[in-house]
C-alpha cells in the first residue's frame, strides 16, 4: 500500500480498514470503518476529495477519482466522489467524481461517471456505464452502455446487497492477521 500527500492532504484511514498491496491512496482521502480497500485500487483525491463510508469494500483494480471545474464533464465547480457506508464495489470498476449511497452494489467492470447519483438499496450490474448526471433510483437494478434501469430488485439481489459487506468484512480481517 502507498499512501501519498498531495498539497499537504495525507489519507486519513481508519486503523480496521484494509488496504491491501498494491494500493495506492493519494491526497484528501478519508475511509470510515471495517472497509476495505483491495489488491491494486488507486484513489486519487488531487482537486476534490474522496469519502468512504463504514463497512464498504472497494475490490480489486478499482480506479476511484473526482472532478475539478476545469475537467468536470458536466461543468461547474467539480465534484468529489462521496460513498456511503455498506457498499461493494467489484473489481475493476471506475468512479468518478460521484455520489453512491449506503446498501448500494455496483458490479465489476462499472462505470459511474461526474454528477450520477446511485441512491440507496440500488444494483448497478456488472459492465454498466452509468452517464454524467444520471440518478439510479433505490430498489432498482441498471444494467447496458447505456445504463438504463430494467427492473425492481428481487428480493434474493436485495439480500446480496446487505450481505456482500458483511462477508468482505470478515475476510478483510483475514487478510489482516497475516
Not at 433505490?138 to 447505456?146: F, I, K, T, Y
Amino acid at each position: 500500500m502507498k499512501l501519498f500527500s498531495y498539497k499537504n492532504k495525507l489519507p486519513k484511514i481508519s486503523k480496521t480498514v484494509f488496504v491491501a498491496s498494491g494500493s495506492s491512496i493519494i491526497g484528501d482521502v478519508e475511509i470510515d470503518e471495517m472497509s476495505s480497500i483491495w489488491f491494486n485500487c488507486a484513489l486519487r483525491a488531487d482537486v476534490n476529495y474522496i469519502r468512504i463510508g463504514k463497512k464498504t469494500n472497494i475490490q480489486d483494480g478499482t480506479i476511484i477519482h473526482v472532478s475539478s471545474g476545469g475537467f468536470s464533464a458536466t461543468g461547474g465547480g467539480g465534484n468529489p466522489t462521496i460513498i456511503g457506508d455498506n457498499v461493494t464495489i467489484g473489481h475493476n470498476a471506475t468512479i468518478h467524481a460521484c455520489v453512491i449511497n449506503s446498501n448500494s452494489l455496483i458490479g465489476m467492470g462499472s462505470v459511474i461517471l461526474d454528477q450520477a447519483v446511485i441512491d440507496e438499496m440500488s444494483f448497478v450490474a456488472a459492465g454498466c456505464l452509468i452517464p454524467p448526471g444520471t440518478i439510479v433510483k433505490s430498489n432498482e437494478l441498471w444494467a447496458g452502455n447505456p445504463g438504463r434501469c430494467i427492473r425492481k430488485l428481487k428480493d434474493k439481489e436485495k439480500e446480496l446487497i446487505l450481505n456482500t459487506p458483511e462477508t468482505y468484512y470478515k475476510l478483510s480481517k483475514e487478510f489482516m492477521r497475516k
